[in-house]
């Protein structure tokens, strides 16, 4: 029983370090590349200490244009060790073995560049989750009534049904990551219905106090160097 | 011609001739002196302009104070010019009916003292104009307001003041004509503004957050008291000028309104203490400054007609008048961000009772008391209905609320693209502000 245990936290940990560098990785790296770095870290580093990650990052970075964000991925990568699983985007196992069984074909580079996009996902949720986590601190009443407010008003903005889905699973449980297809635009207008539910219920000058602090908070984050988080604001 | 007749002429003459000098001379001098006074009378009020901007400004979040003294700044030339043009020969030009001014329009070809009393009068009109800015702060389009100030000059302000003041060249207005007594205009000037003010802030709303939907009240507290504190000194040092100047000349009168004005100004802190104090609740810098502008707006209207002793209860009495009237603008959900429609509406009101009913040659006269009711009232009526249909219009029409993404991003943003303090403000703010 106990051997179970200790075998299902060892899982545990190594899906949250995936998760980790996967995290770090996808702002600089795309398609076959991103995966086949991930296959890498998998096979060879994974079950290494935090030391051998400035070897890894050498290593994926060589020859490559991210050469010169050798430090800014390693930095990342320490980083995001220190985040709490809730911090961290899915797991990219299944996407690497559908990969590796030849049974998705990924392009070598995406027509997007995630350089761009990535990071303002990145930055855009730890500012949510951030305004939202001190909304819920001060009073957790109040905070899902900001939420209330939040579900009542967003429909008229958002009529994609995908991204309604991602809206929903969001409201349900907002202390999670928000999905990913939405634009920049629609980034600024999720906050800003948040903040106009936030003014509602917690009065305008604690709400500004909360999202100065979050916006403190995002422009910490290594991502923050390509996409700023007052852009949302 | 006889000897005595022969000198007598002369002597008469000459005997007379000092005296037609000095008559002369007296009069010049008299009309410098007035000149003098009224023309300084007028920088003082005008000094007002930046006790507002200071005290509105003080009272706003930083992210809207560089929008507050915009306001400010601009309705008063705004005012000035449109006073010039129009207002002025409505308010004092001939007055026929008892309603309006029918000439004096553009004054250029007047007498000399002309000139000061417009320029006196033009003070007052940018001072009426300027109460809605800080009621309506945080909220309101930059552009809809400067137009809600042109029509304010132009129209609303200047014939409500023809029916008390007007006919300065023949006529007389109406609520003149039945005895109503507002020496420097607690109705005319402070009432007028803050029933457009009052109008102005039913029709953009409370700001985002301020009433929860749950009834609780948010109360938003300023960016900068210290700024407020100073501003309130400035509207204090003005209105010397304010109410000394209104005598329109350079009076012996005038020791006794401007005791008046300092021991209503005085008794209305002391009458807000008192009131915050009774009550059980806080002392607030800004209630106790706004409680020395409540008695200050108090005795306005009677500063010239009362003695000392119930200058001081007209000031005590503002006091707890402005903390009720706030008190029921809250239960109301009506946003007044500095206060101005309890400062200069009730206290406003209050004042033109107590002018009437305080007067010292005629204490308490119940017919003068209805009197200053019927100004009071009609001054309600005519200002609130037309400046509500007018901020009606121009919401339809170009819209007087800013957006929700502006009142968080803040008005000097989103209206100006400056920020007022940038050492400071940068964790708020947008990373374009110098790039838009």
Same mark, same amino acid.
């Given at each position: 029983?106990? $051997?179970?245990?200790?075998?299902?936290?060892?899982?545990?940990?190594?899906?949250?370090?995936? /998760?980790?560098?996967? $995290?770090?990785?996808?702002?600089?790296?795309?398609?076959?590349?991103?995966?086949?770095?991930?296959?890498?870290?998998?096979?060879?580093?994974?079950?290494?200490?935090?030391?051998?990650? /400035?070897?890894?990052?050498?290593?994926?970075?060589?020859?490559?244009?991210?050469?010169?964000?050798?430090?800014?991925?390693?930095? &990342?990568?320490?980083?995001?060790?220190?985040?709490?699983?809730?911090?961290?985007?899915?797991?990219?196992?299944?996407?690497? !073995?559908?990969?590796?069984?030849?049974?998705?074909?990924?392009?070598?580079?995406?027509?997007?560049? !995630? !350089?761009?996009?990535?990071?303002?996902?990145?930055? #855009?949720?730890?500012?949510?989750?951030?305004?939202?986590?001190?909304?819920?601190?001060?009073?957790?009443?109040?905070?899902?009534?900001?939420?209330? #407010?939040? &579900?009542?008003?967003?429909?008229?903005?958002i009529l994609d049904t995908e991204k309604s889905k991602e809206i929903l699973k969001w409201q349900q449980r907002p202390e999670t990551f928000l999905g990913s297809p939405f634009t920049k635009e629609e980034f600024s207008a999720i906050l800003h219905i948040l903040y106009v539910g936030a003014c509602e219920f917690f009065g305008p000058q604690k709400t500004d106090h909360f999202l100065s602090s979050a916006v403190k908070t995002a422009e910490n984050l290594p991502e923050a160097h390509h996409a700023d988080p007052k852009q949302f604001l | 011609m006889s000897f005595s007749l022969k000198y007598t002429i002369p002597l008469i003459t000459i005997l007379f001739i000092p005296t037609q000098v000095f008559a002369s001379t007296s009069s010049t001098?008299?009309?410098?002196?007035?000149?003098?006074?009224?023309? @300084?009378?007028?920088? %003082? +009020?005008?000094?007002?302009?930046? *006790? =507002?901007?200071? %005290?509105?400004?003080?009272?706003?979040?930083?992210?809207?104070?560089?929008? +507050?003294?915009?306001?400010?700044?601009?309705?008063?030339?705004?005012?000035?010019?449109?006073?010039?043009?129009?207002?002025?020969?409505l308010m004092f030009g001939n007055n026929p009916s008892g309603f309006i001014g029918v000439d004096h329009f553009m004054l250029s070809a007047a007498e000399p003292f002309d000139y000061t009393t417009m320029l006196f009068q033009t003070m007052f009109a940018a001072?009426?104009?300027?109460?809605?800015?800080?009621?309506?702060?945080?909220?309101?389009?930059?552009?809809?307001? %400067?137009?809600?100030? +042109?029509?304010?000059?132009?129209?609303?302000?200047?014939?409500?003041?023809?029916?008390?003041? *007007?006919?300065?060249?023949?006529?007389?207005?109406? %609520?003149a004509e039945i005895g109503f007594i507002d020496f420097a205009g607690s109705t005319v000037v402070h009432s007028i503004g803050a029933w457009i003010a009052l109008a102005?802030?039913?029709?953009?709303?409370?700001?985002? *957050?301020? =009433?929860?939907?749950?009834g609780k009240v948010h109360s938003i507290a300023g960016h900068n008291l210290t700024l407020v504190a100073l501003g309130g000194f400035i509207l204090w040092v003005g209105w010397f000028g304010f109410n000394g100047g209104s005598t329109v000349a350079g009076s012996a009168d005038i020791g006794l309104i401007?005791?008046?004005?300092?021991?209503?100004?005085?008794?209305?802190?002391?009458? @807000?203490?008192?009131?915050?104090i009774i009550m059980g609740k806080p002392v607030y810098l800004t209630m106790i400054i706004n409680g020395s502008l409540a008695g200050l707006v108090a005795i306005t209207a009677g500063c010239a007609t009362m003695t000392p002793d119930f200058a001081i209860l007209t000031g005590l009495i503002a006091g707890p008048v402005l903390i009720l009237s706030t008190k029921l603008l809250e239960t109301l959900n009506i946003d007044d961000v500095v206060g101005a429609v309890p400062v200069h509406g009730f206290c406003g009101a209050w004042g033109t009772l107590a002018a009437g009913y305080f007067k010292s040659d005629d204490l308490f006269n119940v017919t003068q008391l209805f009197v200053q009711l019927v100004g009071v009232?009609?001054?309600?009526?005519?200002? =609130?209905?037309?400046s509500f249909i007018m901020y009606k219009l121009i919401d339809l029409i170009i819209g007087l609320r800013a957006e929700s993404i502006d009142e968080q991003r803040g008005l000097d943003y989103t209206e100006h693209n400056e920020t007022a303090y940038p050492e400071f403000q940068q964790e708020n703010l947008f990373n374009d502000v110098q790039e838009r």
């Open positions: 029983m106990l $051997q179970h245990s200790v075998m299902e936290t060892e899982t545990n940990n190594m899906s949250r370090k995936r /998760r980790a560098v996967y $995290q770090a990785l996808y702002p600089y790296f795309s398609g076959k590349q991103l995966i086949e770095a991930m296959w890498l870290w998998n096979d060879n580093y994974s079950k290494e200490g935090s030391p051998t990650m /400035r070897e890894y990052v050498a290593q994926v970075t060589e020859n490559t244009h991210n050469r010169k964000h050798h430090r800014e991925i390693y930095n &990342s990568i320490m980083n995001n060790f220190l985040l709490s699983s809730d911090e961290l985007v899915d797991d990219p196992m299944n996407t690497m !073995l559908a990969y590796r069984s030849g049974k998705i074909d990924l392009p070598d580079s995406q027509s997007e560049p !995630l !350089l761009m996009k990535v990071p303002l996902n990145i930055v #855009f949720n730890c500012l949510l989750l951030n305004f939202y986590n001190q909304l819920a601190e001060e009073n957790k009443y109040q905070a899902e009534n900001v939420i209330k #407010f939040f &579900s009542k008003t967003i429909h008229n903005l | 001098l008299t009309l410098s002196l007035d000149t003098v006074w009224v023309a @300084t009378a007028a920088a %003082l +009020v005008f000094f007002m302009q930046a *006790g =507002f901007a200071l %005290l509105e400004s003080g009272m706003s979040r930083s992210k809207n104070s560089i929008n +507050v003294i915009m306001k400010n700044y601009t309705d008063a030339c705004i005012g000035s010019l449109v006073f010039w043009l129009i207002g002025y020969g001072t009426a104009v300027t109460i809605a800015s800080g009621a309506m702060a945080e909220r309101t389009h930059f552009r809809s307001y %400067l137009i809600g100030a +042109v029509v304010i000059t132009a129209l609303i302000y200047p014939i409500f003041g023809s029916w008390v003041w *007007g006919g300065l060249y023949g006529g007389q207005g109406w %609520l102005g802030i039913i029709v953009v709303g409370p700001r985002l *957050g301020r =009433f929860s939907p749950d401007n005791l008046n004005t300092q021991l209503a100004a005085a008794a209305g802190v002391v009458g @807000t203490l008192l009131s915050l009232s009609s001054a309600f009526i005519w200002a =609130f209905s037309l």
